[in-house]
């Protein structure tokens, strides 16, 4: 197989062990989220510095535009939103970056700062994450804004929790600005574990909370003698290293949810994460929804060239014989063109109604779905019944904020979603009104498709 410009050859294809590969440490995606200005940038910005993953010549870049600005306090932070501004103007992102290692997992950030739609952003990172890392300042007056009725906490950690993500790390930043207070980190913690267990519904033996300064870089991989004793002696890297490894649906037939497709020197390039299955050079692959296919002529995952990929990767895929790069959109899937995903154009789904719904969900209410890389207008078309009613009890007219109810759902454009028992990672949904998250939950059941049949066919495997 003739290599691309783009990637070097790939390596000898020497292993048998064809379903595992090499082991590897597990990866574990942690989505990071939190109110504006609870400080996740300088926390994630300095945990990457301390890990020696932040280059010398980036650092000062970050040190002086801080300067320059009069915000030397940002400096942190303006090593994590230089690369926001990058995907902003379309270059890709270097996601080295957001990569680090703990003795045990491989850790992807899935994080948005300074992003202009936070939450259809974090929607797209709770749908990919394994877990999720909840950053609160715990400065006098902030944790209090942060934890209002409609702020970013609430919504956040709720729709993490309805998505599915059941392990929750909570970072309660800033310690520096109350003198790593006993008081006030016991203060947030009252506040919030009872929140986020009643309200948000996660067990309370899931959620680690964390007390640091993401600022002072104060107990992220290590504790100093600044530190009062009574700090629990769990780092937050520790917190991480100690969340389990997500299960990789490796034999399950493959989906690769395309979040960009870009041309490099004439080849179409599709990224994404590979959420089942393996794929490897040669395969014929489908892209759907379009119902047409194409071949992989070469693998990127890592920045290095490899022969195959598994579930839980994340793969840069050379295409050959392709569709045109500007007809692969975000929210595609690249799948086993044997075994195509679902293209649906109206589906059952069991959702939560969340806080942040104000007008009750009717038969008719008209949404906008949030489904991994996709947004798509909806209707819900029917109510078809609340979970906890009587056996018999009539449809309900409404669904209520707390409620749960099974909906009818078409969509305006169809979309490629998975049942939840087929793929959970491909059935996370959130429908919103305006800018409203209001409901969160799961496909159960595809009902009506709108696949196309394959219409161009490319070459035989290669072998
Ligand atoms: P984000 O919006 O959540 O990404 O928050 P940023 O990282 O941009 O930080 C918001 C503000 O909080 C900036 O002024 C930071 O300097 C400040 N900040 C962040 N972390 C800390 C901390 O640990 N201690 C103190 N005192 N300030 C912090």
């Known amino acids: 197989m003739a290599p691309t410009s783009t990637a070097p050859a790939p390596p000898p294809d020497s292993s048998s062990d064809e379903e595992e590969g090499p082991p590897r440490k597990p ?19 300095h945990l990457l510095y301390e890990l020696q993953l932040v280059p010398q010549k980036e650092m000062h870049r970050a040190e002086r535009e801080s300067r320059e600005r009069g915000k030397a306090s940002f400096k942190f932070a303006y090593l994590m939103d230089a690369h926001e501004e990058e995907r902003e103007r379309g270059v890709t992102v270097d996601v080295a970056v957001k990569r680090f290692e703990t003795p045990s997992r491989r850790v992807l950030l899935l994080d948005a700062p300074g992003h202009r739609d936070f939450v259809a952003n974090m929607i797209t990172g709770a749908a990919q994450a394994d877990a999720a890392l909840l950053v609160v300042p715990a400065a006098t007056g902030e944790f209090e804004s942060s934890f209002l009725e409609n ?16 392990r929750l790390v909570v970072a309660v930043n800033k310690m520096d600005a109350v003198a790593w207070s006993r008081d006030r980190f016991e203060e947030v913690r009252a506040a919030l574990v009872p929140f986020l267990v009643r309200d948000a519904g996660f067990k309370e033996e899931d959620v680690a909370l964390v007390p640091v300064s993401g600022l002072t870089g104060e107990n992220l991989t290590k504790r100093t003698a600044g530190v009062p004793d009574w700090v629990p002696r769990t780092t937050l890297l520790e917190a991480v290293d100690a969340l389990p490894a997500a299960k990789r649906p490796v034999r399950k037939p493959m989906r690769l949810v395309v979040a960009d497709a870009f041309k490099v020197v004439g080849a179409t390039i599709v990224g994404g994460k590979l959420e089942s299955g393996r794929v490897r050079v040669g395969d014929r692959v489908l892209v759907a929804p ?54 649906a154009s109206a589906f059952r789904a069991r959702v939560h109604a969340l806080p942040l719904l104000s007008v009750p969900i009717l038969n008719g209410s008209q949404l906008v779905l949030y489904a991994h ?16 009613a009587k056996p018999g009890a009539p449809a309900p007219r409404l669904v209520r904020r707390g409620q749960t ?8 454009r169809p979309v490629c979603v998975e049942a939840m028992d087929d793929l959970r990672p491909l059935s996370r949904i959130v429908l919103r009104s305006g800018d409203a998250s209001v409901a969160a939950g799961f496909v159960t059941e595809v009902t009506e498709r709108a696949d196309v049949v394959p219409a161009q066919r490319a070459p035989p495997r290669a072998s």
Do not use: W, Y
């Open 151 to 166: 702020a970013q906490t609430r919504e956040h950690a709720v729709i993490v929790s309805r998505l599915g993500v059941s």
């Open 373 to 388: 890389s996709t947004e798509v207008p909806c209707t819900v078309e029917r109510i078809v019944g609340l979970v906890g």
């Open 27 to 45: 990866q574990l995606s942690l989505v990071v989220v939190g109110h504006v200005d609870a400080g996740k940038s300088t926390l994630m910005g």
């Open 290 to 343: 379009l119902g047409e296919t194409a071949q992989v002529k070469a693998l990127t995952c890592h920045g290095e060239s490899v022969r195959r990929a598994r579930a839980g990767d994340n793969v840069d895929v050379t295409l050959s014989h392709a569709p045109d790069v500007t007809r692969i959109h975000a929210g595609f899937v690249l799948c086993d063109a044997r075994a195509p995903i679902p293209v």
């Open 405 to 412: 109810a099974d909906l009818l759902v078409r969509v305006a």
